[in-house]
């Protein structure tokens, strides 16, 4: 079992700037992919971003794509997201996510991941 614990959300202004982290307990997730999605209230849940195992391989969603970064560090077990530029309509909660049947093929749908954390709330004020 994983456990995934995410950190760094907060308010923030527009234009602004936040660093989510997302910490792995248990079982190492240096093997898996892991992605971060968000849900904005009376939304969907959808994807943000991903990274295969060694850093290789990443995928955005076109809405935050140029704005956010996505990194991982192996040696720590975290997984970090690096959110620039924020606009009003980022505001959702994060979650962090782990992909434990691939290590470096990215898939978007949520119900391929199956280990959650429980999500960070980013709040962004126009």
């Known amino acids: 079992q994983v456990q995934l614990v995410e950190s760094g959300g907060g308010l923030v202004q527009a234009g602004g700037s936040l660093r989510l982290s997302c910490a792995a307990s248990?079982?190492?997730?240096?093997?898996?992919?892991v992605g971060w999605f968000r849900q904005a209230p009376g939304k969907e849940r959808e994807f943000v971003a991903a990274?295969?195992?060694?850093?290789?391989?990443?995928r955005y969603a076109d809405a935050v794509k140029g704005r956010f970064t996505i990194s991982r560090d192996n040696a720590k077990n975290t997984v970090h997201l690096q959110m620039n530029s924020l606009k009003p309509e980022d505001t959702a909660v994060y979650y962090c996510?782990?992909?434990?049947?691939?290590?470096?093929?990215?898939?978007?749908?949520?119900?391929?991941?199956?280990?959650w954390g429980q999500g960070t709330q980013v709040t962004v004020s126009s």
């Open positions: 996510a782990a992909d434990s049947k691939r290590t470096m093929v990215i898939v978007r749908t949520d119900r391929e991941y199956d280990y």
């Open positions: 990274i295969g195992w060694n850093g290789s391989n990443l």
């Open positions: 248990g079982r190492t997730f240096g093997n898996y992919v």
